[in-house]
């Protein structure tokens, strides 16, 4: 009996999450070994990384790779998200990099650019800009360094990624994602006054049946994945409303589904209907100013603010946050004074 829980393009949290029930008949075999034999495409070197990092558990305790199987035995792995097939080639791109030591970075992404190559975005990526970054940096090339994702987040969302530089260091870190130790919080611009002060949402997402490329809340429990954000106002502005939100969970766009699913779409998200004019007048005139908006935030208004999690060698929390960029902080003032104009 086995169930395989999770499926890594289905998230922004970048882990694979398997159990199995071993078999009554079940012959004394290394765990290793039988999980190399039960799911598909991972080597044994990932296998063992995992049994490293704490993450394969046999009846809920942590085992080494070498435990032997029993029969009945139950089996939980979270696997970190394998490498890529494909090549990365490297390209000389900027990156702003918060903090870096020999097993991580803390990447500040601009808006624009795409975390791994894929569906059509094969160049310019984050993966691109950083096998480049550690080929040129003797201090990565003495470790044999190599960019680990951890987590994602959108093309055109600014704000904090998490990278390892080693295979073991993405297991530790693929643990604490699935045990929800992670913490992350998310500046958001939203139409419409929100009436409570905070809030919290929750339904299950899946990807659209009319649209692939943008998800849906499901109707019912059984369907999708679970899904949690909570969320606080920080200032309104009568037409929209700066809120905080912080991640309970890692969906695919998650913040965006759910906002547009309680009818407050992301300001200028145009894939979740937040691209054109919710709330306000019929005026030219604030038609004009809201569509300068648009022009000088072309993107969703979405800013990955702060993330928080444990050193995976040291044992150490660590926080970083990231303030606003430019365009973001522009539109949120221009709305300010819009709608608070200072009095003489």
Known sequence: MEEHLAYPDESGELYEHFRFVVDKGQSPLRIDKYLFAKIANASRNRIQNAARAGSILVNDRPVKPNYTV????VISVVLAYPPRDT???PENIPVDILFEDRDILVINKPAGMVVHPGH???SGTLLNALVYYFLHTPENLGIEAKPYLAHRIDKDTTGLLLVAKNELVQSKLARQFFDHTIDRTYTALVWGDLKDPEGTISGNILRSTRDRTVMAIADDEETGRHAVTHWHALERFTYVTLVECILETGRTHQIRAHFKHIGHPLF???KYGGSRILKGTTFSRYKQF???FFALMPRQA???RSLGFTHPASGKRMHF???LPDDFRAVVEKWRKYTHPQTP
């Open 70 to 73: 029993r029969p009945v035995d």
């Open 87 to 89: 090549e990365i080639h």
């Open 120 to 122: 059509g975005n094969f």
């Open 268 to 270: 200028n998200d145009e």
């Open 290 to 292: 809201v569509e300068n």
């Open 302 to 304: 979405l800013h990955a």
């Open 321 to 323: 946050s990231s303030e």
